[in-house]
Nanobody, 115 residues
């Protein structure tokens, strides 16, 4: 089992920045990839970015250039740096981890961008 705890969400004005963190515990040694997803009210959950244990990253097209995913393997923590935030980025941001094929999710952290 892997437990994931997100933090760093909050209220920010348009154009501002936030840094989200996702701390993994439990069988974190088995994690080979972590990712961030988001879900806005009334919308489907969508991919934001993923990162492998080797550091290979993948971004949703609309996030490229504004969001940066990173990972500290020693701390079993993934980060999402979000810059130039827009009101349409408002959502619950969820962290997930792929551990030997099993997918685990955190509870999410709310990000609200005011115009």
């Amino acid at each position: 089992q892997v437990q994931l705890v997100e933090s760093g969400g909050g209220l920010v004005q348009a154009g501002g920045s936030l840094r989200l963190s996702c701390a993994a515990s439990g069988s974190a040694f088995s994690i080979n990839a972590m990712g961030w997803y988001r879900q806005a009210p009334g919308k489907q959950r969508e991919l934001v970015a993923t990162i492998t244990i080797g550091g290979r990253t993948n971004y949703a097209e609309s996030m490229k250039g504004r969001f940066t995913i990173s990972r500290d393997n020693a701390k079993n923590t993934a980060y999402l740096q979000m810059n130039s935030l827009k009101p349409e980025d408002t959502a619950v941001y969820l962290c997930n981890a792929n551990a030997n094929g099993f997918i685990f999710w955190g509870q999410g952290t709310q990000v609200t961008v005011s115009s």
